[in-house]
């Protein structure tokens, strides 16, 4: 039997599901905040973050979405762009501490990882509507088509007695999506960040330290800016310690950033003996204000025999942690 369409009255209402069940969008989000206030005393209705660190802005309109719903979207966009790591940080926390759990162990709950050194590199804007008009679509379509990150999810609501069904369409549908432009820039290769290396003067630091340290950590992977090494800890694979070519010189020598909890925990070491083996040129350093996990030091080997005496002191200490 047919189920006939009804109205969807209340934009509230497909706001709850939608924060409840972020998946009948799609399962790559996780809700980090419902009616987040803008710099303009403006309201984001709900912003979402997916495994790779983008976020996602979604606006509902109830009914049928007009053109002028894109021009708000686009002003939220303005606003998130600014956003820094912190700011995601504690937009997360403020929204999840009802719910009893913070941020970190929001994102490993959801993605089963920690989340990516980098936050907000890009946003995308997503328009939630029970319909969209012909003028609204031509637009989102032409924006899509030249590079911006915009889409528009329609939703049918129908109703057959005390059951309520939902049913989906992507504007732009996913296979489109991933073959359009966009500003977000995929990770450096290893070979590109080692040529940056060399560039820099420092292609030796950087050669020799990469092949002692993939032999120490449980993996590695790239970004835009380092080679982030990684290990097991509690379950979950997280970044301890990197190396950034690209802000390394012949002068300053090869840069270095290491969380010094996480090192210590990985060396079974204490934090003492940790900040005692990194090299002497290092500065205290933090990524997430508010988090003491997130921070340690930052600084430069500056010789060969600076890199010789760091890697066979985790040697020793990978050794022993086996024997």
Same mark, same amino acid.
């Given at each position: 039997m047919p189920i006939p369409r009804a109205e969807l009255r209340f934009e509230e209402r497909l706001e709850e599901w939608l924060e409840n069940n972020i998946s009948m969008i799609s399962d790559d989000l996780l809700v980090i905040g419902r009616q987040v206030k803008t710099a303009f005393g403006k309201y984001i209705d709900l912003l979402c973050i997916k495994r790779n660190g983008d976020l996602v802005i979604v606006e509902l309109k109830r009914d049928e979405a007009p053109? $002028?719903?894109?021009?708000? @979207? +686009?002003?939220?966009? %303005?606003w998130v762009d600014d956003l820094s790591? #912190? #700011?995601?940080? $504690? @937009?997360?926390?403020?929204? +999840?501490?009802?719910? !009893? @759990? !913070?941020?970190?162990e929001a994102f490993d709950s959801k993605f089963g990882?920690?989340?990516?050194?980098v936050l907000n590199e890009s946003h995308e804007m997503l328009i939630v509507a029970s319909n969209l008009d012909d003028q609204a679509e031509r637009?989102?379509?032409y924006l899509s088509e030249y590079g911006i990150r915009i889409n528009a999810v329609t939703f049918n609501y129908f109703k057959s007695g005390e059951q309520e069904f939902l049913a989906r369409v992507m504007l732009i549908p996913k %296979?489109?999506?991933?073959?359009?432009?966009?500003?977000r820039k995929s990770p450096l290769t290893e070979q590109e960040l080692r040529n940056i290396a060399q560039d820099n003067g420092v292609g030796g630091l950087y050669s020799r330290i990469f092949e002692g340290l993939e032999q120490l950590f449980d993996d590695w992977v790239t970004t835009q800016s380092s080679v982030a090494f990684i290990g097991r800890q509690n379950g979950i694979?997280?970044? @301890? &310690?990197s190396i950034l070519p690209g802000q390394s010189s012949q002068q300053d020598g090869l840069k270095f950033q290491a969380y010094l909890k996480r090192f210590a925990s990985y060396f079974n070491i204490s934090e003492a003996e940790a900040e005692h083996i990194l090299p002497s040129s290092k500065t205290k350093w933090k990524r997430i204000k508010t988090s003491? $996990?997130? %921070? !340690?030091?930052? !600084? &430069? &080997?500056?010789?060969?025999?600076?890199? $010789?005496? &760091?890697l066979n002191k985790l040697r020793e200490l990978k050794t022993k942690a086996v024997a």
């Open positions: 053109k $002028e719903a894109i021009a708000q @979207i +686009l002003e939220y966009a %303005s790591y #912190d #700011d995601v940080v $504690e @937009i997360a926390n403020n929204y +999840l501490k009802d719910k !009893g @759990i !913070g941020f970190e990882c920690e989340p990516p050194d637009v989102v379509r %296979s489109a999506e991933e073959v359009r432009k966009t500003k694979m997280k970044t @301890i &310690f003491p $996990e997130y %921070s !340690g030091y930052e !600084g &430069f &080997f500056r010789n060969i025999e600076e890199v $010789e005496k &760091f």
